[in-house]
């Protein structure tokens, strides 16, 4: 594995071979993922499953996706590809996950794997990237040999025991919380800003390190029509994409404006009604959007928005939604445009800069990876990335941090925020197989 800083320089070369293959079948992805370290992104059962790491790249500060994206953009310009599939995530790709605030001591990472396993459109395939370092001499048999490694299919991993987490309160207890949104509305009321996103984070620790890849299933199996993804750590199950590129097509999923689910189809209907009408989300919902198209304007030749926001249903919640897609008008790869839209307003708020310093003054604690841009991007720049929702970090000494957040405008009710965020951290929480924190302490 070559271990690379992003804004290092390099006296020799990196040159990837990349070869991939189609196959008749293959195993559901997930029992394919390595069960301590998966490596995954998938929505209804496609995607790809990543093994092994033949190059990872890390950086951190302000300049973290723009350093990254530069950085793959000279890997993939001299690689050696052979893709004989030609579908979204064949080729070369790699997986990433990135901290959400420039100031976050969490590490941002690109991750290119050994091997990848896919799925789509009914078609599967598998994938090797190897590695040669083009120091002058022989570089040409490097290449050779690695290009006729052979592309065996890995059996899938023995199940593992599921892993049992029991989460308490983070650094903000929830008092704090109310107090924090309380806050966050003096501040909007006084004309400081007009939104801003409040999370919460609960803590836990996993003692079976070896169990993950049963809790991204369980993710998978609850909340099919997320972005269920694993990249170093960061588990988690979205349902809002950021951006999307596949060959000139640009679209993304703005979600902002929530409710619980009813208790029987009744007042189900009436939830979700009642969500599309209420001044207050489509307020918050409309600011979020408006900060979407802002961004991703200037890089598309046209841009379309859903003519109104429509309900999106998940188990435990309701979300106002609206789709975007156009035409990119400038070349950018999906990295690029990554770091154009985030953050959204959706997870910080508006304006954009005031919220940012708002929240980092409110929240008591780092976001890490939360609410960062999680996906995969392949050698022409094309990908999928999505905001980290729904999610919990699992660090390497067994530590897990689960989050949620909620927009707060100026007539947020801080027990109902409080409320809202508890249904937010229900898919992670129960995906440990654990029980929310108790009345006591919730």
């Not at 196959?23 to 394919?32: F, G, T, Y």
């Not at 996706?65 to 004989?84: G, K, M, Q, T």
Request: aromatic share 4%; proline share 6%; net charge negative.
């Amino acid at each position: 594995m070559n271990h690379t800083d992003a804004s290092a320089s390099h006296s020799a070369r990196t040159r990837l071979v990349v070869r991939t293959e189609p196959v008749d079948e293959l195993a559901p992805l997930i029992s394919r993922a390595d069960p301590r370290h998966p490596l995954l992104w998938m929505r209804r059962g496609e995607g790809i499953v990543g093994l092994g790491e033949t190059i990872r790249i890390e950086t951190s500060g302000r300049t973290r996706i723009e350093d990254v994206a530069a950085a793959w953009r000279s890997l993939a310009a001299d690689a050696d590809v052979d893709d004989r599939v030609g579908l979204p995530g064949t080729g070369l790709v790699a997986f990433g996950a990135f901290a959400f605030a420039d100031e976050s001591a969490a590490t941002s990472v690109l991750v290119v794997p050994e091997v990848v396993l896919g799925r789509r459109e009914g078609r599967a395939w598998v994938t090797r990237i190897s590695l040669a370092s083009e120091d002058g001499d022989g570089a040409d048999g490097a290449v050779d040999a690695a290009a006729s490694v052979a592309l065996e299919i890995p059996e899938p991993s023995p199940k593992r025991r599921v892993p049992r987490v029991t989460f308490t309160p983070g650094a903000v207890p929830p008092e704090a919380y109310e107090a924090a949104v309380a806050e966050a509305v003096r501040r909007i009321d006084a004309g400081e800003l007009q939104k801003v996103v409040l999370a919460r984070q609960l803590v836990g620790e996993l003692h079976e390190e070896d169990g993950l890849r049963a809790v991204i299933n369980r993710l998978a199996d609850e909340y099919p029509d997320t972005w269920v993804f694993a990249v170093d750590g960061l588990i988690g199950a979205s349902p809002e994409t950021l951006v999307r590129v596949d060959h000139g097509t640009v679209s993304a999923r703005v979600l902002a404006g929530t409710t619980s689910r009813g208790e029987d189809e009744a007042s189900d209907r009436g939830r979700a009604a009642a969500l599309a009408s209420s001044p207050k989300d489509l307020a918050e919902h409309a600011m979020a959007v408006s900060s979407a198209v802002k961004r991703l304007a200037p890089h598309t030749a046209r841009l379309d928005a859903s003519p109104e926001p429509f309900t999106l249903q998940l188990p435990n919640l309701w979300h106002l939604a609206t789709d975007l897609k156009g035409t990119l008008g400038d070349g950018s790869s999906s990295l690029d445009l990554v770091q154009a839209v985030h953050p959204t307003a959706a997870v910080a708020g508006t304006p954009r800069r005031v919220a940012l310093r708002t929240l980092a003054e409110l929240e008591g604690f780092d976001r890490g990876r939360y609410a960062g841009p999680v996906g995969w991007i392949d050698g022409d720049g094309d990908g999928e990335w999505a905001i980290a929702l729904r999610c919990a970090q699992v660090d390497a000494d067994g530590t897990v941090a689960a989050y949620a957040g909620c927009g707060i405008v100026h007539d947020s009710v801080p027990a109902d925020e409080l409320a809202e965020s508890t249904i937010k951290f229900r898919p992670i929480v129960e995906a440990f197989e654990a029980s929310p924190p108790s009345p006591a302490v919730e």
